[in-house]
């Protein structure tokens, strides 16, 4: 009769493959813990500020705070106007004396004046060529009146001459019942007709001629001082401008009796020259 056997005496590799597996199974434990106490110690040491990080952000700050930005250059308006001296017609170059001028940060509107030159060389301009013009008109009327008389004198006397010719040719054709000297008169008063018919016809156009370039003249010294005429009266609205927008006044640093400045009411500024801009603020 046989005692009962155990199984770990019965199936001794058995028991031994069973120690083994436990002993892999801590070693793996023990190197996966071994890990995440490594993770954790290397974040720590990332994130946690050292005193030293700790004072140089505050320095860092600090200077942020302290810090100024110098910036050079011009700043300009995006919408503005130049106001401009300006130029006069059949004037090239000269200076323009201001008697009003709205200071420097006044607001305007489009349409108000902003500065006004003075305008009595031009006015007076005006007026001189104003009155060229009239008695240059006028003597074109008269001498155009005369010529219109001249003519119709002239065609009269042709006319009368033509008359006078036809007369002797008529005259002329009794030949035949007139006496020798009867005849030898016709024949000279009929070479007389022929003689100034000719003469007048010739007159004629070379008078016509003659008037017409005496009326042609005056004609053209009448339009030349109509011409100066009104350029003097645009020159005088040119005197006055107006702001072409709503803004405000900003006066430019010029050149001005020998040094730089802003204009003045009194002061003479040259044609073409930017002495004021309308700024609009927004």
């Given amino acids: 009769m046989t005692s009962p056997v155990s199984d770990d005496v019965l199936e001794p590799g058995r028991d031994s493959g069973r120690g083994r597996a436990r002993k892999y199974g801590f ?17 720590t040491a990332i994130f946690r500020p ?16 302290n810090a100024r930005v ?10 503005m106007r130049a106001i ?12 323009l004396t201001i008697t009003k001028l709205a200071p420097s940060g006044t607001r305007v509107h489009q349409g108000d004046v902003l500065v006004d030159f003075d305008r009595q060389a031009q006015m007076r301009e005006f007026i001189n060529k104003q009155d060229d013009f009239q008695k240059l008109a006028n003597q074109a009327t008269q001498e155009q009146a005369k010529e219109d008389a001249a003519r119709a004198k002239d065609e009269t006397e042709i006319q009368q001459a033509e008359s006078d010719l ?7 054709q009794k030949e035949e019942l007139l006496s020798k000297i009867d005849a030898e008169k016709a024949q000279q008063t009929l070479d007389e007709a022929k003689a100034t018919l000719q003469q007048l016809r010739e007159t004629f156009d070379l008078k016509r001629k003659s008037a017409h370039s005496a009326v042609s003249l005056l004609e053209i010294q009448r339009d030349r001082a109509r011409q100066v005429m009104d ?52």
Avoid: C, Y
């Fill in 50 to 65: 050292t005193q030293s990080t700790n004072s140089l952000v505050a320095q860092n700050n600090g200077s942020q705070r």
């Fill in 27 to 43: 070693v793996f434990l023990a190197g996966v813990a071994a890990l995440l106490v490594i993770a954790w110690v290397s974040r």
């Fill in 84 to 95: 401009v001296a300006p130029m006069l017609e059949a004037q090239q170059f000269g200076t």
């Fill in 166 to 172: 036809s007369k002797a040719q008529l005259e002329l």
């Fill in 231 to 282: 350029h003097a009266r645009a020159n005088a609205e040119l005197m006055e401008i107006k702001s072409p927008i709503d803004g405000v006044v900003v006066l430019n640093t010029i050149w001005k009796e020998g040094k730089m400045g802003q204009v003045q009411e009194g002061d003479q500024v040259r044609a073409g020259v930017s002495f004021m801009q309308v700024v609009a603020p927004r």
């Fill in 70 to 79: 110098r910036v050079s250059g011009t700043t300009e308006a995006v919408r």
